[in-house]
């Protein structure tokens, strides 16, 4: 019953199609330009709709939670970007310098929307301080993030100006406060056509992860990076994850916090966002950089969803049998 579960998201592997395109087919010149303006302006008008479908009311109401809410931003914002960090220096030398910064970007992202409130679902958390934990994550992510990337990146930005942080800033800040200024007006439109919204996360991903490839591709990306050298990724994202999801629910406990609460820091503290990373990357990085970059991200997204599904599941078979007794 479980096994689609750990294969590959169907998602996944479209992001992966994506990817051996845009190395095997990079455009290049005008048509690469065209495709980054298409690329700007989807990633603006996705971030409309956040800011549009994002309810104040349900980020003020959080404070009800507030030690949970605490503990989500804590890890998400502190202690995970603080692991990366330290992550970075021990490894530095052993991987390329671009995904080195990625490991620094992947620990700064807010927490998924969809993901970390389905799952909560699943582990029988607290659905609802999930949202709230999700909503108000990514609402603090677009303006930290950048800013906490400019920081613990320091002098290793690889190019990364503070000129690339403003325009991470204006493209994803101003169209989410114009949002949320025309909500009233926006939110019956998106909530009658939800299908159509909600490919617009995907369609921003895909844009976003070609034009970032498909600049690393010409700037020799793959010459630079070997197959030994991406089942070392893979193994070290697949240790961060385990270690996040050890010190996620470790924390819950630690916090005395109840069940359903742990489960929901659980999935909340430790996802981390493909629909924000993607595109922010796209625009925070040189092209040299982004496509390296992404790659702990796109393999750590897919990780997550397999590790969240067994585990999801193993917390309400748990929570289930403990009401049995």
Same mark, same amino acid.
């Given at each position: 019953m479980l096994l689609h579960r750990f294969l590959p998201d169907r998602f996944i592997m479209i992001l992966v199609a994506t990817l051996v395109v !845009?190395?095997? #087919?990079?455009?290049?010149?005008? #048509?690469?330009?065209?495709?980054?303006?298409? %690329?700007?302006? !989807?990633? +603006?008008?996705? +971030? +409309?709709?956040h800011g549009a479908r994002l309810s104040p009311a349900a980020v003020v109401a959080g404070a009800r939670h507030w030690r949970l809410q605490l503990a989500i931003l804590g890890f998400g914002y502190a202690l995970f970007p603080l692991a990366m960090l330290a992550t970075r220096a021990v490894l530095d030398g052993r991987l390329p310098p671009e995904m080195l910064l990625g490991l620094i970007f992947l620990g700064v992202l807010p927490t998924t929307v969809q993901s970390s409130i389905a799952y909560a679902s699943i582990a029988r958390g607290n659905v609802a301080a999930s949202v709230i934990a999700s909503a108000a994550s990514n609402l603090i992510g677009v303006i930290a993030t950048p800013l906490l990337f400019a920081l613990l990146a320091g002098g290793a930005? *690889? *190019?990364? %100006?503070?000129?690339?942080? *403003?325009?991470? !800033?204006?493209? #994803?800040?101003?169209? +989410?406060a114009l949002g949320q200024l025309l909500r009233a007006r926006v939110l019956p439109v998106v909530e009658r056509h939800k299908p159509a919204a909600g490919m617009m996360d995907k369609l921003t991903i895909v844009l976003a992860v070609y034009v970032a490839f498909a600049q690393a591709a010409t700037e020799g990306l793959w010459s630079r990076i070997s197959a030994v050298t991406l089942i070392e990724l893979a193994a070290l994202m697949a240790a961060v994850l385990i270690v996040a999801f050890a010190a996620a629910w470790g924390l819950g406990g630690a916090l005395g916090l109840a069940p359903a609460d742990r489960a929901t820091l659980l999935f909340a503290g430790s996802h981390k966002s493909l629909a924000t990373g993607a595109p922010m990357a796209r625009i925070l990085f040189p092209p040299a950089v982004a496509g390296a970059a992404i790659l702990p991200l796109l393999i750590y997204h897919q990780l997550q969803l397999m590790l969240s599904a067994w585990g999801a599941t193993r917390l309400a078979q748990d929570g289930a049998e403990d009401r049995q007794r």
């Open positions: !845009a190395t095997l #087919l990079p455009a290049t010149g005008g #048509l690469l330009a065209a495709i980054g303006w298409v %690329s700007n302006a !989807a990633i +603006f008008t996705l +971030f +409309f709709l930005m *690889g *190019g990364v %100006s503070l000129e690339a942080v *403003g325009k991470v !800033a204006t493209l #994803l800040l101003v169209p +989410f």
